[in-house]
């Protein structure tokens, strides 16, 4: 059974600040998510210091960042430290900025000594993992569901139309917008190829709403047909399993923002995963070139 305890990104995050790769000083500064660097952490929890928000975790190497070693890392929300015990086998995202690093999205995937239930069971994306047949509503009102894009090469990701974080959903955006106007000029993989923004606001992001944020974005306006990138939200009764299959955390915050993760997937025309980016620092060539190998075997 797999625990999730979600300590997700805010505008502006506490940090502990950073001395080579690690530090016993207190927070004093703040990490902008504009500068900051994610990085994948997996490891093992030795212990928790609730007094000063930290859990140390004896983590694997680090691509790109540091060697494997045992060291504290701060968490921003201290209640979450309540959930982890020694001996969890336990997965994260390292945030680092100019001032300091922060352990978010932590996930235990193994418990040491199962003593509870969890009250949802987050699934982290995988190649081959088949996706389930989620329903949604698009920017016209018409019921979807993932099952219709079988057999073309499908590009998901997650947002909200009011979220204030340009390197948010915003950024996710501007990259599919990149990604469509780039597939229009070859029309064979244009057609072999499919784009959807799920929102997970359905209360306030309506077909209207999505329709006006998505004209916006491929810069067509009130001339977009969406014959190739739609923009839809499940209801909201089949939100949390959607959500839970695509390992996105969505908590509502103040003045009508939600505090969540990132999730972008690549699904093959056989319906399963072929690629998953959890977080925002995927570039758009990147993920251009995988769409176009995905979609190249596919009938035209």
């Known amino acids: 059974m797999r625990r999730v305890v979600r300590s997700l990104l805010s505008g502006l995050m506490f940090a ?23 990085y994948a952490v997996k490891g093992i ?28 890392y701060k968490v921003k929300d201290a209640n979450v430290l309540q959930d982890l015990h020694p001996g969890d086998h336990m997965t994260g995202m390292l945030v680092v900025g100019d001032s300091g690093t922060l352990l978010d999205q932590i996930v235990i995937t193994a418990q040491a000594q199962p003593d509870y239930k969890p009250q949802a069971q987050y699934h982290v994306p995988a190649p081959g993992d088949p996706v389930p047949e989620f329903h949604l509503t698009n920017q016209s009102g018409r019921q979807i569901d993932l099952r219709q894009f079988r057999g073309k090469a499908l590009l998901v990701t997650f947002i909200y139309t009011r979220c204030p974080l340009s390197d948010y959903c915003p950024h996710m955006s501007r990259n599919f917008a990149a990604i469509d106007k780039s597939l229009q000029a070859d029309p064979a ?27 916006a974005y491929t810069g067509n306006y009130t001339k977009e047909k969406f014959e190739h990138w739609d923009f839809a939200a499940p209801s909201k009764a089949d939100l949390p399993k959607l959500l839970e299959f695509f390992d996105v955390g969505a908590t509502p915050g103040e003045n009508h923002t939600i505090t969540h993760s990132l999730s972008t997937a690549v699904i093959g025309p056989d319906g399963t995963i072929v690629q998953w980016y959890p977080t925002n620092d995927w570039k758009a060539e990147d993920v251009l070139n995988e769409l176009k190998k995905v979609a190249g075997g596919t009938e035209g």
């Open 189 to 215: 993989l244009y057609r072999r190829t499919h784009l959807l923004s799920i929102s997970f606001d359905p209360a306030y992001d309506s077909p209207a709403v999505l329709r006006s944020y998505g004209e």
């Open 16 to 38: 502990l600040p950073v001395a080579g790769c690690h530090s016993d000083a207190r927070p004093a500064a703040s990490v902008q998510s504009g500068t900051a660097k994610q």
């Open 45 to 72: 929890i030795v212990g928790t210091d609730p007094a000063h928000g930290e859990v140390t975790v004896d983590s694997e190497a680090i691509p790109g960042f540091m060697d494997a070693m045992t060291m504290p």
